[in-house]
Every structure is written in structure tokens, then in C-alpha cells.
């Protein structure tokens, strides 16, 4: 398993932005499967976003197209999640997730996920 470090979540106004940043010191994360995933109380974690190894595939749940976006530094071994016009229902702990093997649909839609960070939270509300 691969370890993962979420970083980057807050509290923020309606409309406001954060970056969420997932980072890993011992493995490449550009080997993985990376996605983003959400957990707000009382409901399931659902996959938010998740970027492929090294075809630049990615998946947006419809809550989060146009507004969300994943992308890789490999110099930085990181994982980015910019997510613009957010708003209180967007409000949620957001997990890092990998998996060396596994697709973009695979995870981000049926969950197929080896590693889990601890998880940010970030509140969207006045």
C-alpha cells in the first residue's frame, strides 16, 4: 500500500476556492490511479474525481464537472484537486485514494481503491 497525505482543506464562503493537495514519499504516484473522493455526514463516500497513471484519462462526478479540476506534478509527487465555485453542499471530509492497477471508472464509479489518505475537511459556508 501506498501512503497517502491529504493537505489543503478549510473553511470557505460560497463561491470561494481551495486546492486540495495528495502527496506520497515513498512511491511515485505517477505509477497510480489516483482519485478524490467525499464523505459528508450521514451519506456515502463518493468519488469526486480521479486521474489515470499516464494517458491523462480522467472522471468528474456531475456535481463537480466545470466547476473541479485533478492534475499531476510529477516533479512535486502530488496530486492536485482545484475546485472553484464551491458551495455548501460541496462541504465534506475529501479522501486520497490510489491504486496501482485498477481504471479511472473503476475507481472513481465502483470504488476499486488499495490506499486511503486520512482525509481534509473542507466547509463551504458564510
Known amino acids: 500500500q501506498v501512503q497517502l497525505v491529504e493537505s489543503g482543506g478549510g473553511l470557505v464562503q460560497p463561491g470561494g476556492s481551495l486546492r486540495l493537495s495528495c502527496a506520497a514519499s515513498e512511491f511515485t504516484l505517477d505509477d497510480y490511479v489516483i482519485g478524490w473522493f467525499r464523505q459528508a455526514p450521514g451519506k456515502e463516500r463518493e468519488g469526486v474525481s480521479c486521474i489515470g497513471r499516464s494517458d491523462g484519462s480522467t472522471y468528474y462526478v456531475d456535481s463537480a464537472k466545470g466547476r473541479f479540476t485533478i492534475s499531476r506534478d510529477n516533479a512535486k509527487n502530488t496530486v492536485y484537486l482545484q475546485m472553484n465555485s464551491l458551495k455548501p453542499e460541496d462541504t465534506a471530509v475529501y479522501y486520497c485514494?490510489?491504486?496501482?492497477?485498477?481504471?479511472?471508472?473503476?475507481?472513481?464509479?465502483?470504488?476499486?481503491?488499495?490506499?486511503w489518505g486520512e482525509g481534509t475537511q473542507v466547509t463551504v459556508s458564510t
Open positions: 485514494a490510489g491504486d496501482r492497477w485498477t481504471s479511472v471508472w473503476a475507481m472513481c464509479v465502483h470504488r476499486v481503491v488499495s490506499s
